[in-house]
């Protein structure tokens, strides 16, 4: 099974590398703004009580506990799934997904969305 990953692997990046230039160099700008880490959320920092609005607002925020339920300010309660990079909120009607750019003790950013454009948004602990 990892044998065929890696060679489906090579042989992307095989047929990315016989592009032309311009396209190479225009794919390596979109990547070099955003870089993904698909690495797992390390849950003792993830969870927590997050403002949502700004660093000095504390009256928006998202609090994520431990049972994997989320409760925001406005006072929903809705669970949340973590996966590697990605999290998942399920709300009543739909999924809010989002990849992790960056997380440390004191910032968490998280882009949302499935379609362009994406919206990154910035985490602050109080």
């Known amino acids: 099974m990892l044998k065929k990953i890696y ?17 190479h160099l225009n794919n390596q700008k979109k990547n070099s703004q955003i870089e993904f ?4 959320f390390d849950l003792s920092r993830f969870k927590g009580k997050w403002l949502t609005n700004s660093r000095f607002d ?3 925020f998202a609090i994520f506990q431990e049972d994997l339920y989320v409760r925001y300010s406005d ?3 809705v669970p949340y799934k973590l996966e590697k990079d990605s999290i ?3 709300f009543n009607k739909k999924v809010a997904k989002g990849r992790l750019i960056n997380l440390t003790e004191s910032e968490v950013e998280i882009l949302w969305g499935t379609k362009e454009p994406k919206e990154r948004i910035i985490y602050y602990r109080p």
Do not use: A, D, P
């Open 7 to 23: 060679l489906i692997l090579t042989v992307i990046f095989f047929c990315n590398s016989c592009g032309s230039n311009n396209t």
């Open 37 to 40: 880490t698909n690495q797992e």
């Open 75 to 77: 006072k929903r309660y």
């Open 58 to 60: 504390n009256s928006n």
């Open 88 to 90: 998942f909120i399920y």
